[in-house]
């Protein structure tokens, strides 16, 4: 394919400005996506990011073919290392008790292997890597929503006015044949610097469940001021 063109392969004018191009286009698809849900990585973190290691690979074939070194990986090397810390940062544990961020992290950590594989000129590597991130990201995404939202089992992040609320909550899943495991409970206090009881549990149903119907269901109890389904 297109790294059999020889002009291509060799760090030629032509074939660093496509090299670019790809990168941008490709880290910047892959962007939206993060830049659409609100993420702290979005299109542009992607977009340089994946242009940083692009440039390293290049940066690490041009000093190798100069200085006749038969480590060319040394530069993206180090790159790949750094990337790390940067992924690491977008990490964050909420108040709720959620990890977020680590769709984020890996993406940062992908796109910038893809960025490499460009920066060496492996054309199809990196076009199929590309196609392999883009349907995990968007369509695979739908697909686990769709087994989420119809599943027995739900994470749940509550919280009640009261303690003993939480109380009649569990009383009220054990009757509808619920079983609830992981149980945590916390004092969370709120923007009006009013003091919640905040509970992070397991759900377990006899039948499937949809997202919509449970909280409908278990959203009305008494003292329920917050109640959402984590991941």
Known sequence: MLEQITVLRELTLPAIL???FLSMLFSGILGYEREKKHRP???????????????????????SALTGSSDPARIPAQAISGIGFLGAGTILITKQNRVRGLTTAAGLW???CLGLCLGAGFYTGALIFFTAIWVSIWILRSVDNRLVDHSKTVHLYV?????EYLSGFLSAAKER????????????ESDRKTTHI?????????EVVTYAKMIETYGALEGVVFIKKYD
Do not use: D, P, Q, W
Request: charged share 10%; glycine share 6%.
């Open 18 to 20: 496509l090299r670019i």
């Open 41 to 63: 990585a979005g299109f542009r973190t992607y977009i340089i990011v994946c242009l940083g290691s692009t440039l390293a690979m290049m940066t690490g074939l041009y000093v």
């Open 110 to 112: 992908a796109v910038a």
């Open 159 to 163: 919280e009640f006015s009261k303690m």
């Open 177 to 188: 044949n619920c079983t609830i495991n992981n149980l945590e409970i916390s004092k969370t």
């Open 198 to 206: 905040s509970a992070t549990m397991t759900m377990h149903f006899h």
